[in-house]
Structures are given as structure tokens and as C-alpha cells.
């Protein structure tokens, strides 16, 4: 879920970018790749059968401060709507994630014999 999020204001940043507003598109991209980089980090933690717990923590706290940003510094519109709105709905997801105990482990294929 954090993949498509941090493509989402990084592509959100660019075209805010190209539109002319500084402050709020280089946090989009730049939380963007910060969430993408997590993300990295967590699917490689799982895969070798290690814990994403921090690298959830991470996300949530990245997720959250974005949220909190776009809500209290962004200039009004919708494109600073749609982003609050967008990292409120991931810090939540990643808090319900940590709560119930993160990813399960990678499961195992058995090798069934003929």
C-alpha cells in the first residue's frame, strides 16, 4: 500500500511542480521518495523473513508528519486536500498494521512428493 501512496505525491509533486507551487510540491516529492525508500527497505526486511516493524514506524511517522503538514502549512486547495487526506488515510492504515501485529511472515511452498 505505501508503494502506489508514494508514487501518488511524487507524481502529485511533479505536476504540482510544473504548476508553479515551490514549498508544497518539493515536500510531496521528496516525502514521496522518503515513503518509496521505506517501502524498499520493508518489502526487503519481509522477504528475508526479518521484521518490517520499524520500517512500518517509519512509514507511520512519515505518513502522519505529511499529513499534519499538508493540513497546517499547505496553502488551501485541493490538491493540499487531497494529499492531507491521503497520508491521514495511510498513517492510519500503518497504525492498524503495527497494532494487530504487522505482515505476517512469507509463506513456504511445500515441495510435494511423487
Known sequence: MLIPYGFSLC???????LLG?????LAAIGTGAACL???AGSLAAWRSGRPSTPWSLASAGATAATAWWYWAY????PGASVAAG????????LGFNLLSGGNPPPRVKEVVAA
Not at 507524481?11 to 511542480?17: E, F, I
Open 37 to 39: 525508500a521505506l517501502a
Open 11 to 17: 507524481g502529485g509533486g511533479l505536476v504540482t511542480l
Open 21 to 25: 507551487a515551490g514549498a508544497p510540491a
Open 86 to 93: 491521503l497520508s491521514a488515510a495511510m498513517a492510519a492504515f
Open 74 to 77: 499547505a496553502p488551501a486547495g
